[in-house]
Each structure stands twice: as structure tokens, then as C-alpha cells.
């Protein structure tokens, strides 16, 4: 990761914590914001947020406001790419049962999710990647895709990639988007949109099978397919992976440690103030003492 480039994470995960209490408005904000910058600074922009936006910051709170914003972005984020490739893409930014990302371009539609994770989650499902809902969410669609951190993904067998394939759903890498953003960058829209295309198509193909290496044979080679004699850019975005996921664990460590220092730091008093705070104790009692019985069984 480029000193330019973590200053530009740096800032975003800062900003999105900079909450107006209305998720619509800081959606529509973040969205026009993002798109500002990438017009501003062009395709290295683009290709710093694709490489870094996987890993969920570990300063924000679980289930907390920042956390959905920061999933809305990195919806954002994939939208950006595919409009990169020259494909219409619109992010829906009401909640609710449906896809977080629409396009049509090149001859095909599709639906998109964007996955995050912190790197300090352990255990994950297949729940977590949405095959099944991307499925239905599609609508008469042609394609659905499901964009990950690489790192993050099952290494060796997993229901996830028996049921991608069953159901024609596309899992797909940040690393993967990225190197078709520079692809298109390089030689054109119209050979990015043929070659996100091509791998959309590949997954039908495969032989439903649990297997990782299987799955990600299939995928690589379409790019690779693609690629051609830019070959060089899957080499350099490999490289790039790696470095951004030894930024990310670093991020994540140094937060850590801090909070950890700054919570044996505390004095008894305030440790239990924590607690209480953190268990959401103030805000259950409200709940609970809001509670009616209501009128469903008569008077």
C-alpha cells in the first residue's frame, strides 16, 4: 500500500464514522462523494479503495450505525468498478429485501453484493456470503455476483462454492474487479465488459463440487483468458493483494492494542460504566420499560 493510499483509507473509514443520524442522507452523501473523488483522481483511486475496502475497520462497534455505512460503501465501491467497465450501475440505498447493486451493460445484467469482514472474525458461514438471497434477488436478471476480500474466503472446501454454481452465482474477488479496472484502463471498456462477461459465464460451466480449487481454477482462467497478453496486471494485483492485507492486519492490530491499553487503563468505577455500556444494558431497560401487552386477546 502506497503512502497515498493509506492516507486515503485513513480518511474514509474517519468519514464514514461522521454520522447524521439518517442513514438515507449519509448513504446519498458517501455515494456522491466517492464518485467526486474518482473523477478527481481517476482510476488509482478507484483501484486504492477495490484493494483496501474488504476489511471492515475494527474502531467501529458491531451492528453499530458506521458498520452499515461502511457495507453501503464497499456496494459503492463495486458499483464504481463496473461503471469503470463501462456497465450502467446504480446502488439501491433503501434497506430491505433486494440486491445492493443493479447494472446492464455489455449485452447482460446482473445484481451485486459487496462482502466485508474483520479480520478478527473466526468463524463465518455460508449465511454470511448470501448465495441463496443473490439468487433470488436477481429478478430476471441475467448474471448475480458476490465480491469478496480474497482472504476471506473458504481455502479449501465449502458449501458456498457448491451452491454458487448450482445457482449460477458469481463469487468474486476484489483482486479480480481490480484487475479488470486497470484491463479497461489499459485496453478499452468494451474489453473489461467482455471480460467480467466471460467470467460470469464460466461459472455455469464448472462441476458443482465443494471444492475451492476447483472453483477458483474455473474463475482464474476466464480472467487469465481475458487477460491475455495483459497478463502482467493479474501478477501486479496479486502483489498488490498481499500488501493490502498486511496493511489491513496492521490496521487492525494497532486499534486493538490501543483499545486494549485504554481499557486496562481504567479505573474500577469506569470498567463497569464500560460494561454496562457495551452490553447495551441502559438501552434494553428503555426497551423493556416500553413494552405493552397490547389488545390482541380482547378485553
Known amino acids: 500500500m502506497t503512502p497515498r493510499a493509506l492516507r486515503r483509507r485513513e480518511y474514509w473509514v474517519s468519514e464514514l464514522a461522521r454520522l447524521s443520524g439518517t442513514f438515507g442522507d449519509d448513504a446519498t452523501r458517501m455515494i456522491a462523494e466517492l464518485r467526486a473523488e474518482i473523477a478527481r483522481d481517476g482510476v488509482v483511486a478507484l483501484l486504492d479503495h477495490l484493494r483496501s475496502c474488504g476489511a471492515m475497520p ?10 452499515k455505512l461502511y457495507s453501503k460503501y464497499t456496494d459503492a465501491v463495486v458499483s464504481e468498478s463496473l461503471t469503470a467497465l463501462g456497465i450502467q450501475s446504480a446502488v439501491v440505498t433503501a434497506r430491505g429485501d433486494v440486491a445492493d447493486v443493479q447494472a446492464r451493460g455489455g449485452g447482460f445484467s446482473l445484481v451485486a453484493d459487496a462482502k466485508a469482514f474483520r479480520l478478527s472474525r473466526t468463524a463465518k458461514n455460508q449465511k454470511d456470503f448470501k448465495i441463496q438471497a443473490m439468487d433470488g434477488w436477481r429478478n430476471g436478471l441475467d448474471f448475480a455476483l458476490v465480491v469478496c476480500p480474497i482472504y476471506q474466503l473458504p481455502a479449501t472446501t465449502s458449501q458456498i462454492y457448491l451452491q454458487a454454481i448450482a445457482r449460477n452465482v458469481c463469487i468474486l474477488s476484489y483482486s479480480h474487479l481490480a484487475a479488470l479496472v486497470e484491463l479497461g484502463a489499459r485496453r478499452g471498456e468494451r474489453a473489461a ?18 471444492s475451492a480449487g476447483g472453483y477458483w481454477l474455473g474463475i482464474n482462467g476466464a480472467l487469465v483468458g481475458t487477460l491475455r497478453r495483459d497478463g502482467d496486471l493479474w501478477t501486479a494485483e496479486k502483489t498488490a493483494s498481499l500488501d493490502a492485507f498486511h496493511s489491513a492486519r496492521d490496521e487492525a492490530l494497532a486499534w486493538l492494542r490501543l483499545e486494549r491499553d485504554r481499557i486496562l487503563g481504567l479505573s474500577h468505577g469506569e470498567a463497569l460504566a464500560e460494561l454496562v455500556r457495551a452490553l447495551g444494558i441502559e438501552s434494553r431497560l428503555a426497551q423493556v420499560g416500553r413494552a405493552v401487552h397490547g389488545i390482541l386477546l380482547g378485553s
Do not use: A, F
Open 193 to 210: 465488459t467482455s471480460g467480467l462477461g466471460r467470467i460470469l459465464r464460466s461459472v455455469s460451466l464448472l462441476h458443482p463440487s465443494k
Open 58 to 67: 475494527e474502531r467501529y462497534s458491531y451492528d453499530s450505525s458506521e458498520e
